[in-house]
């Protein structure tokens, strides 16, 4: 039985013969053994996914999680600063709105078609491409309420859901709109089997949508 087997096999509630094990997203871990800077791959798709493929290589894990180490990322592409020029993972240095009431400065469309995200998008095909017939392709993204956290900063974002409810309200849902914008590139895939919402900010645990039987409908 594969990893992919297996994991399927548990989410319908079949006997595995055995756990499931996967390293839960593992990013910066992948980058720093692969010594691969993220800045020298963050447009390169190739770069990526050799990374994560090397990963699975070594570890065998049942599931993987393609985009883990730079979920950051987006942000930075909304105009936030960033630090990525290690193996460490990327840290945003400030955010990408300083005020709700300049939310339609954002360039929302614009950072989707940024190299930046076109790797992260591609890169989730290529490793279903390449490991995806042994192993759960699963990648992973920032939800909403936790992507709006780093578009304005944690602190003003909980200080907004008290003085500006729905001005944030707004700002959540178009951090939805982009996020879902971003994860429907990656499942055009047949083997990126569904995403994982990773939502720190609204609860401390990710939460994971499982998708792949619609996208195998598809």
Known sequence: MTGKEAVLAAMNQQPTGRPVVTLITGGEWYFNYANQPFVDAKTSPEKICAVFEKAYRSIGHDMIWPGAGLLNYPTHCLGAPITDNGTNTPALTAPALDNLDKLDELPWKAALEDPIIVAMNTSSHLIGQAIGDETFVM??????????????????????????????????????????????????????????????VASGYSATLNLYSIVQIN
């Not at 909980?158 to 939805?176: C, V, Y």
């Not at 879902?180 to 939502?199: D, K, Q, T, Y």
């Open 139 to 200: 990648p992973t993204q920032w939800g909403p309420f936790t992507t709006a956290a780093r578009i304005m900063g944690a602190e003003q974002l909980m200080i907004a859901t008290i003085e500006q409810p729905d001005a944030l309200k707004e700002l959540i849902k178009r951090s939805a709109e982009f996020v879902w914008a971003m994860c429907e590139r990656m499942l055009e895939h047949p083997n990126v089997m569904g995403i994982n919402f990773s939502e720190p």
